[in-house]
């Protein structure tokens, strides 16, 4: 990208509403624009970094045996009626809309109901479980309040995988591919080292849920770590049986606040009962589908690499999610002619700041408020032994490379 | 894919009160779940062809300059009354809600208002212009009627780009620019032929827009064809005013049923002044943006293409936009086991019907039902000349081809 012709410009100030310290850089970078609290929209740099952690959320879940699908935000009553779940009294941060040809409606807060209901179209039989079925959908929730930028907002796009099983046993094993697989994606997002699968409440059909819980100031939970035993357990199930049924010792827990950045949840039988979601067994008998959700928020997860990565200076990318690797920056008349060349190699690679009139030293802040991993100079001077400059952001140390080196990092393009 | 693993099966009925011939084939085929009258859910089949749309209008729209957002469903009230859209007197179709926290929202059923809100924080000179911003986003339509399958819903994902220009000769070259692109998407989706860039209503600041209309019995609109010069008149402005000011001869024009795929609209300074944004020109006199909008319907263009190539058989995809290319059986057991070799070249390809205890009729009647191009037979007899048998589901014809030379058709996976 150059940014010449970039429309978002980089802006001094956040919206003065704007508390979380993420969503102020990632509003000053021009990663996002904030239409009100709790609703953004995805500017071109933002929409990367998304679509970065939707990529490997989605690569995830294919290994895992899913099946994607794309389900509607508009829901009719129907379902949740049967679930018990349409009542404000039951659940509290609906959105919910009228039909003009008569008839209430729900925008979509979970798709428990949608997705269960929409089986028994496809399922009778034992022979047809298990199966494991995804979708990134966009989820809306009433918040009341909605100040973590975008780590809690109204509107947000939601990975939910559900699983389908004839039996506990079958879904027992599912259940645990899936937190391996969740270990794999927030590994590969940056933040493994950081994320703990959290012991919290359960339901009628496990004693626990299990978060994935990243340590994270801003987060709104507190979980305690047991560091031996690398889990955590979320301060909702903090107390002595807890204790006992993980053979935990309390004064060896490490409290810290955290952010909730996905979550795996038996449900058993509660939704396939209501619903009549059912299938013949091997001997003919009629038996309630044994369910579990998985639900991963890209959003969030990008806010909490966010606030995890950035300093006093803007963001700080890790590579993988990383919207462009490179920030390239041309300083005299010969250097801003070969990093125009080296642009032209792979645009993909660079966000070029070939913006004229506009003083080195406020690329330079835009590349480290952007958390671009590398700037890259290319002037004059580095150009009379044939050189460029490159500085990481994580580190902040500078090398000096030779052009051809420095091309030969570059993946070619794919004609 | 492999059937034995896929949640979806053909359906031998549609649900009765699904009375569009597409959804009544798109629901039996896989390709949708029907939500309620008006949303629809996407399977998997469904989901990849309207993805193949989608890659090829992104691919139109990055060429012409275009830079990708994605804005928020969620909005807010204040842009619309600025606007003069917000009652339900002037926009008739309408999903509104309530915020817990106080106030009303809309669900976005356009983004004019939206974006030109947001681009007050990016535009102050005109050397900031022209600029042009698309996004594939879902849109919300309160629709009284909606008996169209997907051609018309009341939830569906909208390509909609908009155009900043600092003048209007600066609109008008870009303006054209996006209807050869237009003209370029509709061919390449396979509809270029039936599809006419239609005079439609205009506004306060242009005397038409510009529709493409493809030509559909179910199309919900009636257009009139000049066939020499290739363009139509949309009925609402077929008057001799219209005539003259197009040089055409009433009686020449051919009358035909036609669904709406896309539009083009020159919006001048409605939203702008609206909204206040503006520009300094170069006498620094603060002028407001010119603006157009393009809107092209992914799924809506999925159903009329539907409608427009299925039979009494089934659907009839063509090539650029089907989920696979070729539906695969094998027949015997040796048929069998190569199919399976033949699968494993490259899964992306093929519909594998690997399902044990399924008669062969009716494999064949699905590959018809779900309208893949290709159907390739691979039997014990078919092997003793080394060969396989490919239908074309189009022409259908049929022909034998060695295994090499067909495995020599097979793109190679990219490792």
């Known amino acids: 990208m150059k940014r010449s012709e970039s429309f978002v410009k980089t802006l001094k100030n956040a919206p003065s509403d704007e508390v979380s310290r993420s969503a102020q850089l990632l509003l000053r970078a021009g990663y996002i624009y904030k239409e009100m609290a709790g609703v953004y929209d995805f500017l071109p740099l933002g929409r990367k970094v998304l679509n970065n952690i939707i990529d490997i959320i989605r690569e995830e879940m294919v290994a895992l045996g899913g099946q994607e699908v794309e389900m509607s935000s508009l829901q009719p009553k129907d379902a949740w009626v049967k679930s018990g ?21 729900g925008l979509a807060l979970t798709h428990e109901e949608a997705i269960t209901n929409m089986l028994t179209s496809y399922v009778s039989s034992y022979k047809d479980l298990p199966l494991y079925v995804f979708q990134f959908q966009k989820k809306f929730r009433n918040e009341l309040r909605a100040k973590s930028g975008i780590m809690r907002t109204r509107e947000f796009i939601m990975k939910d995988l559900y699983s389908f099983c004839a039996t506990r046993e079958q879904h027992e094993e599912f259940y645990e591919k899936a937190a391996i697989s969740y270990t794999n994606i927030f590994k590969r997002l940056g933040i493994g080292d950081s994320t703990y699968r959290t012991f919290a409440s359960g339901g009628s059909f496990s004693r626990f849920s299990d978060e994935f819980q990243t340590i994270c100031d801003a987060g709104e ?4 770590i047991d560091h031996e035993k690398n889990i955590a357990i979320n301060e909702e199930v903090y107390n002595e049986e807890t204790f006992k049924m993980l053979d935990v010792d309390p004064a060896k827990l490490d409290k810290q606040k955290a952010s909730e950045v996905g979550n795996i949840f038996t449900l058993g039988t509660k939704y396939s009962e209501a619903l009549d979601l059912c299938f013949n067994d091997e001997n003919g008998v009629r038996t309630p589908v044994f369910m579990g959700s998985y639900g991963i928020g890209p959003a969030r997860s990008m806010g909490v690499i966010a606030e995890k990565t950035c300093d006093d200076k803007g963001l700080n990318w890790p590579e993988e999610i990383a919207p462009y690797k490179y920030y390239l920056i041309g ?25 004229e009139k506009v003083r080195n030293g406020e690329k330079f802040a835009d590349a480290e408020l952007m958390g671009i991993p590398y700037r890259v100079i290319v002037s004059d001077k580095t150009l009379e032994n044939d050189q460029v400059e490159i500085l990481s952001r994580k580190t902040g140390k500078s090398e000096l490379l030779t052009t051809k080196e ?8 794919l004609k």
């Open 406 to 413: 420095f091309i030969s990092k570059i993946p070619k393009v």
């Open 331 to 355: 300083i005299g008349e010969k250097g801003m002619k070969e990093a125009e060349k080296l642009y032209n190699l792979n645009p993909e690679q660079f966000v070029f700041d070939d913006r």
């Open 85 to 105: 779940r349409w009542d404000d009294d039951v659940v509290d941060d609906w959105f919910k809309t009228k039909l003009h040809a008569g008839g209430e409606l």
């Open 221 to 224: 939970d507190i979980i305690y």
